[in-house]
């Protein structure tokens, strides 16, 4: 089997999992088993966080480990301690790859992005309870994203490249708009559920948008003092305006979303030309024009007096 049939395999299989994991919790959460569907939910996350375990450790470790044990130990007598040491000796050395921080930071750092989805789509799924056809929509597009993430990251450890390739970063960059408006949409519906304060919600989205562009940078190996100040920055800036959000838009958390993520769009598109050297007026004009369209878009669809009855009164309190 060769690597491509295989890659097929495995997402195939993951798509099917992701798909069918998701479709059960759907049916499990309009029965109202509010239990039962946070158990189920915890253990399909980590069906998906060994898949990418597995995926980590195929493609990190070193081959070869038992060979170079028994060359080790081959001075000693042929006894059962001699046997004993060599198979201790290779397992230590099999998963010198895990015990390493350099290795555990970068599986910690493609975990991310597969963990915002999943848990932004529970949460979505959870708030649309009995809402089947949003439910389905957003079981067909997380399916999706975790494919097409799972894919690329496949390639990106066979490739062995320190630096992601520039096809794999687009498409990355591409399933991250989709996670950065999921996570933004999770967040403002889950908080407004339970009429929490606004602080909340910019604290989030402070810290969803700079752990994303961490990631980025992680990937870019830019993520010195100078790039650090600036992701710190633009998450300082989305949580100003998740805080305005949060307060004056309407009961339709899903246009919020987009509206937010096409902000951030805006300043991590610059920011990333920047730091690749690439930043021109033109650039900024493409991407600028975009966010004015997308904004323009939503705002122009966006009923600013809807609210839900009953809802929290401090959101026209401001």
């Known amino acids: ?3 491509r049939t295989q890659k097929i395999i495995t997402c195939v299989l993951i798509t099917a999992s992701v798909f069918g994991g998701f479709e059960a919790l759907i049916s499990i959460l309009n029965l109202n088993q509010t239990g039962t569907y946070l158990s189920v939910a915890f253990w399909i996350f980590a069906y998906l966080m060994l898949m990418i375990v597995l995926l980590f450790d195929l493609h990190i470790k ?5 060979t170079r044990a028994r060359a080790r130990h081959a001075d000693l007598p042929a006894t059962l301690t001699r046997q004993t040491r060599v198979v201790f000796s290779a397992l230590w050395e099999r998963f010198e790859h895990l015990r390493s921080w350099t290795y555990i930071r970068q599986w910690i750092h493609f975990l991310l992005l597969p963990g915002f989805i999943f848990w932004s789509t529970f949460s979505l799924l959870y708030v649309n309870l009995g809402n089947y056809n949003i439910q389905q929509l957003l079981v067909v597009l997380s399916t999706i994203a ?4 799972y894919w690329f990251l496949k390639e990106a450890f066979r490739r062995g490249r320190e630096v992601a390739d520039a096809d794999i970063f687009a498409t990355l960059s ?7 408006a999921l996570v933004y949409a999770a967040a403002l519906s889950i908080l407004r559920y339970y009429c929490l304060n606004p602080l909340y919600f910019s604290l989030e989205v402070f810290g969803y948008t700079f752990l ?6 992680y990937l870019h190996r830019r993520a010195g003092g100078k790039n650090m100040a600036v992701a710190l920055l633009i998450s300082l800036i989305m949580g100003i305006v998740g805080y305005g959000v949060y307060i004056w838009w309407g009961y339709n958390y899903f246009t919020a979303a987009v509206f937010m993520a096409a ?5 991590w598109g610059t920011f990333h030309y920047q730091i ?5 007026w033109r650039a900024f004009w493409e991407i600028l024009v975009v966010c004015v369209i997308v904004v323009a ?5 966006t009923n600013f007096t809807a609210r839900i009855s009953g809802g929290c009164e401090y959101y026209l309190s401001f």
């Open 1 to 3: 089997m060769n690597l």
């Open 62 to 66: 070193k081959p070869g480990s038992l």
């Open 146 to 149: 975790l494919a097409l993430d």
């Open 174 to 180: 591409m399933i991250k708009i989709y996670a950065i």
């Open 212 to 217: 994303l562009i961490f990631q980025a940078l």
């Open 263 to 267: 902000i951030y769009n805006l300043l």
């Open 276 to 280: 690749d050297k690439t930043l021109s």
């Open 297 to 301: 878009m939503v705002l122009s669809v």
